[in-house]
């Protein structure tokens, strides 16, 4: 077989079998196939697209790329939950020990937050002393004696993922579709949850812009999951506002904290909430909606929830008085007001440049390598269609380094619309799939 003829067979919009995938990806990740070559594909599948029968065989090839996690050793369903990312999104924070309270074993691994996007994993560790670069044996160790644990992704953990999405974002063939699903399904397969619950954003705070785009790709990778006999449900969720009202590591902890606690009612707690409930549903806990959500809400009200996060926290090295008292969290040297100038409603808000002013705070990272500072980010005190009046204060910036603190608020108020009427209401959750 050679890889030439995968190229032009693509370039001619041919469909590409199982056997041509799966030589692509096993001779790619052996290092027998060039970056250049690879980039030629990766181009002719943006243009030519794939039909789910390829996405689906590329998923699997991809997964079966590196280590697949066994977690058949420990009792009982186990559960895992994906964001496909945006801002003041701290879901897994509140979802995953409340559904591990409702019985379900929430054995996660997630990402660090890359562009405007957060990550589960930073804001992991900004809690003092909370490791996730546990061993396997650690990591089912703690699923099993207290029901959660959430990791970083191991090295060996879909290594076809690593260099096809670095090459991916330097290639211009990101937003794929198909190439999406895979890049998704193959990393939630491998990690050997039976139950996988999708929240899929649509919106300016979210790589899906648009939503039948989202509802499209959410489709799929539940159907490429059902393929792979998991249990699946997606949501699509709106991401045209931060989620909730932090933006930045420490910041989203105490929110996701003081949620467990059961403060801050709002669009957080509700797809949260919702999130946790599908999980239970889909882990066959409860048989519909109202039940599950009513599991779900007793977690919550009983402490249990907060109770599995602290538990979690303190297995992991991390200090779990920060579920009693959120001021042990990292602290910045300054806040800062920032206040609106003009009269009106919030008419929108351009969620894409509010985690991007976060970046420039130090809550974020350019690259990869770059460092993140824990305790800096934004407090948001207006939402969309609230009213204000000049002087009124939009968000509070927690600041260590003021190097791009002006650039910061400049992005910050071109990210805040304000007009003379409130926007049309939108659904917080337009669709779920199953």
């Given at each position: 077989?050679?890889?030439?003829?995968?190229?032009?067979?693509?370039?001619?919009?041919?469909?590409?079998?199982?056997?041509?995938?799966?030589?692509?990806?096993?001779?790619?990740?052996?290092?027998?196939?060039?970056?250049?070559?690879?980039?030629?594909?990766?181009?002719?599948?943006?243009?030519?697209?794939?039909?789910?029968?390829?996405?689906?065989?590329?998923?699997?090839?991809?997964?079966?790329?590196?280590?697949?996690?066994?977690?058949?050793?420990?009792?009982?369903?186990?559960?895992?939950?994906?964001?496909?990312?945006?801002?003041?999104?701290?879901?897994?924070l509140i979802t995953a020990?409340?559904?591990?309270?409702?019985?379900?074993?929430?054995?996660?691994?997630?990402?660090?937050?890359?562009?405007?996007?957060?990550?589960?994993?930073?804001?992991?560790?900004?809690?003092?002393?909370?490791?996730?670069?546990?061993?396997?044996?650690?990591?089912?160790?703690?699923?099993?004696?207290?029901?959660?644990?959430?990791?970083?992704?191991?090295?060996?953990?879909?290594?076809?993922?690593?260099?096809?999405?670095?090459?991916?974002?330097?290639?211009?063939?990101?937003?794929?579709?198909?190439?999406?699903?895979?890049?998704?399904?193959?990393?939630?397969?491998?990690?050997?949850?039976?139950?996988?619950?999708?929240?899929?954003?649509?919106?300016?705070?979210?790589?899906?812009?648009?939503?039948?785009?989202?509802?499209?790709?959410?489709?799929?990778?539940?159907?490429?999951?059902?393929?792979?006999?998991?249990?699946?449900?997606?949501?699509?969720?709106?991401?045209?506002?931060?989620?909730?009202?932090?933006?930045?590591?420490?910041?989203?902890?105490?929110?996701?904290?003081?949620?467990?606690?059961?403060?801050?009612?709002?669009?957080?707690?509700?797809?949260?909430?919702?999130?946790?409930?599908?999980?239970?549903?889909?882990?066959?806990?409860?048989?519909?909606?109202?039940s599950a959500m009513g599991?779900?809400?007793?977690?919550?009200?009983?402490?249990?929830?907060?109770?599995?996060?602290?538990?979690?926290?303190?297995?992991?090295?991390?200090?779990?008085?920060?579920?009693?008292?959120?001021?042990?969290?990292?602290?910045?040297?300054?806040?800062?007001?920032?206040?609106?100038?003009?009269?009106?409603?919030?008419?929108?808000?351009?969620?894409?440049?509010?985690?991007?002013?976060?970046?420039?705070?130090?809550?974020?990272?350019?690259?990869?390598?770059?460092?993140?500072?824990?305790?800096?980010?934004?407090?948001?005190?207006?939402?969309?269609?609230?009213?204000?009046?000049?002087?009124?204060?939009?968000?509070?910036?927690?600041?260590?380094?003021?190097?791009?603190?002006?650039?910061?608020?400049?992005?910050?108020?071109?990210?805040?619309?304000?007009?003379?009427?409130?926007?049309?209401?939108?659904?917080?959750?337009?669709?779920?799939?199953?």
């Open positions: 077989m050679h890889f030439l003829d995968l190229i032009l067979k693509k370039r001619g919009g041919n469909r590409l079998s199982a056997r041509e995938i799966s030589y692509f990806i096993r001779e790619y990740v052996q290092g027998n196939i060039p970056d250049y070559q690879v980039s030629a594909l990766l181009m002719a599948i943006w243009f030519s697209k794939m039909d789910e029968t390829e996405t689906r065989d590329l998923t699997f090839a991809m997964r079966d790329s590196g280590h697949i996690i066994d977690l058949s050793d420990i009792p009982g369903i186990k559960a895992d939950k994906h964001s496909t990312g945006g801002v003041g999104d701290t879901t897994t020990p409340l559904v591990a309270a409702c019985g379900l074993k929430v054995a996660k691994m997630s990402g660090r937050g890359l562009g405007h996007t957060g990550g589960t994993i930073d804001k992991i560790e900004s809690i003092p002393g909370c490791m996730t670069g546990l061993n396997m044996d650690r990591f089912k160790e703690i699923v099993s004696g207290c029901g959660i644990s959430i990791i970083g992704q191991t090295r060996e953990l879909v290594p076809a993922d690593k260099l096809l999405y670095a090459l991916r974002d330097v290639t211009g063939t990101i937003d794929n579709i198909s190439l999406i699903a895979a890049s998704i399904m193959s990393k939630k397969l491998a990690s050997g949850s039976d139950v996988i619950v999708l929240d899929v954003k649509t919106g300016n705070g979210a790589f899906m812009t648009d939503r039948d785009d989202a509802v499209e790709l959410a489709r799929l990778m539940v159907r490429i999951g059902q393929a792979a006999r998991k249990k699946m449900t997606a949501l699509v969720t709106d991401m045209n506002q931060p989620l909730g009202n932090a933006v930045g590591n420490a910041l989203e902890v105490k929110e996701a904290v003081e949620i467990l606690q059961g403060r801050h009612p709002g669009d957080l707690r509700q797809v949260s909430l919702a999130l946790a409930a599908d999980m239970i549903r889909a882990g066959g806990l409860e048989t519909d909606e109202q599991r779900v809400e007793k977690a919550l009200t009983s402490g249990k929830g907060l109770e599995k996060l602290s538990r979690m926290i303190e297995a992991q090295g991390g200090d779990p008085r920060i579920c009693e008292d959120t001021g042990l969290l990292p602290a910045p040297d300054e806040i800062i007001s920032i206040k609106a100038e003009t009269k009106g409603h919030i008419a929108a808000i351009r969620t894409d440049r509010i985690g991007n002013c976060a970046l420039l705070l130090g809550a974020g990272r350019r690259q990869k390598n770059d460092a993140v500072d824990p305790a800096v980010g934004i407090w948001m005190g207006a939402r969309l269609g609230d009213a204000v009046e000049p002087g009124d204060i939009l968000a509070t910036f927690y600041i260590n380094d003021k190097t791009h603190l002006d650039a910061a608020i400049q992005q910050f108020h071109n990210a805040i619309v304000i007009g003379q009427s409130p926007p049309k209401p939108h659904s917080l959750i337009y669709e779920t799939i199953e």
